[in-house]
T-cell receptor, first 110, second 114 residues
Framework: GENVEQHPSTLSVQEGDSAVIKCTYSDSASNYFPWYKQELGKGPQLIIDIRSNVGEKKDQRIAVTLNKTAKHFSLHITETQPEDSAVYFCAATGTYKYIFGTGTRLKVLA | EAQVTQNPRYLITVTGKKLTVTCSQN?????MSWYRQDPGLGLRQIYYSMNVEVTDKGDVPEGYKVSRKEKRNFPLILESPSPNQTSLYFCASSDIAGVGYEQYFGPGTRLTVT
């Protein structure tokens, strides 16, 4: 079946450094790729998304890139801050069915 | 305040005792979905609904039932819970029953089946 692989599972960075999380999907029909942030004890919250007709999207310190040929998309966080510490999930969908990655626990060290 | 609510937030039950987890949204969203979250497995979709009376299976539907009789409500039913259904459950909704719209998640329901 369809799947989304996400790496790394944990990531520690110094405050101010950049963080990169990578996902690979298997379903060629996928055309929407959201990223969610989950803080402790809360539900996931959308932080950025990208559609298949776009290669890159930025929102302040956050950016997402998509390589449809390689079926690969990545989340980039620059100038990391302690409040960026959370679990991040990527997802892919081409219909109403969503496939999520297994999550990355990001720790920003002050 | 626009939100997705789930009840109960915590539930401990015994094997075989039927239970229902309620989900309600006040944003007039067409699309609603249920997920379970397990360590190391991420979020896995159980069922989703594109609109009233329209539901379909996600990746892990076995052992679960859903119904969508009203637009705002999407309850998750476990007819005969088993210990492998111990998990953290999230309900979510989105604006349009299609691809490419933000899902709003509820606060989660932590279920323990003994």
């Amino acid at each position: 079946g369809e799947n989304v692989e996400q790496h790394p599972s944990t990531l520690s960075v110094q405050e101010g450094d950049s963080a990169v999380i990578k996902c690979t999907y298997s379903d060629s029909a996928s055309n929407y790729f959201p990223w969610y942030k989950q803080e402790l004890g809360k539900g996931p919250q959308l932080i950025i998304d990208i559609r298949s007709n776009v290669g890159e999207k930025k929102d302040q310190r956050i950016a997402v890139t998509l390589n449809k040929t390689a079926k690969h998309f990545s989340l980039h966080i620059t100038e990391t801050q302690p409040e960026d510490s959370a679990v991040y999930f990527c997802a892919a969908t081409g219909t109403y069915k969503y496939i999520f990655g297994t999550g990355t626990r990001l720790k920003v060290l002050a | 305040e626009a939100q997705v609510t789930q009840n109960p937030r915590y539930l401990i039950t015994v094997t075989g005792k039927k239970l229902t987890v309620t989900c309600s949204q006040n944003m007039n969203h067409e699309y609603m979905s249920w997920y379970r979250q397990d360590p190391g497995l991420g979020l896995r979709q159980i069922y989703y609904s594109m609109n009233v009376e329209v539901t379909d299976k996600g990746d892990v539907p076995e052992g679960y039932k859903v119904s969508r009789k009203e637009k705002r409500n999407f309850p998750l039913i476990l007819e005969s819970p088993s210990p492998n259904q111990t998990s953290l459950y999230f309900c979510a909704s989105s604006d349009i029953a299609g691809v490419g719209y933000e899902q709003y998640f509820g606060p989660g329901t932590r279920l323990t089946v003994t």
